[in-house]
T-cell receptor, first 112, second 113 residues
């Protein structure tokens, strides 16, 4: 029979609203984090990164927040647009060379 | 730069056949990664190279999988023999230095029937 796939968490927002996507990471030794956006049929696309010596970093319409105390990462998207609809992944480099470990992803759906 | 280039984009093969996936990293990038993406397991790191040398292959599922990087501009991931459970999207990524943003290719969608 068919295998059952992962059920991705889904966030549905209205166009123009702000979006917040959350991620819990696993390794307290991780010191580098990246958010990726993946649209259907495409590879993950780099959005923004942050190193563990920072707790906030801003890009164009995006902000990443890092809380090392509770091992939590969030991505904030301002004025969300339909083109922001995608699956968003957080990834951590757990201080083992170049190894990047991905979270399960969150599906963002933007309603016009 | 053309980015990370993978070929083929789609591959359909019969169980038992050999499959070879190809990747050209971004010029100047000294790390190359192979990932597999499935609905069941998400994005999994299979193996990565630094300066053409395999560093960590602990994610390679079994002996049927092998990867090579004969030079700085080319890598292959081979599955022999292929099985239906190998069906997935395989991504290649590269970066310059272990702590910089990783650039992904468009992936190869493999279907084993």
């Amino acid at each position: 029979g068919e295998s059952v796939g992962l059920h991705l968490p889904t966030l549905s927002v209205q166009e123009g609203d702000n979006s917040i996507i959350n991620c819990a990471y696993s390794n307290s030794a991780s010191d580098y984090f990246i958010w990726y956006k993946q649209e259907s049929g495409k590879g993950p696309q780099f959005i923004i990164d942050i190193r563990s010596n920072m707790d906030k970093r801003q890009g164009q319409r995006v902000t990443v927040l890092l809380n090392k105390t509770v091992k939590h990462l969030s991505l904030q998207i301002a004025a969300t647009q339909p083109g922001d609809s995608a699956v968003y992944f957080c990834a951590e480099n757990n201080n083992q060379g170049g190894k990047l470990i991905f979270g399960q992803g969150t599906e963002l759906s933007v309603k016009p | 730069d053309a980015g990370v280039i993978q070929s083929p984009r789609h591959e359909v093969t019969e169980m038992g056949q050999e499959v070879t996936l190809r990747c050209k990293p971004i010029s100047g990038h000294d790390y190359l990664f192979w990932y597999r993406q499935t609905m069941m397991r998400g994005l999994e790191l299979l193996i990565y190279f630094n300066n053409n040398v395999p560093i960590d292959d602990s994610g390679m599922p079994e002996d049927r999988f092998s990867a090579k990087m004969p030079n700085a501009s080319f890598s292959t991931l081979k599955i022999q023999p292929s099985e239906p459970r190998d069906s997935a999207v395989y991504f290649c990524a590269s970066n310059q230095g272990a702590r910089d943003g990783y650039t992904f290719g468009s992936g190869t969608r493999l279907t084993v029937v």
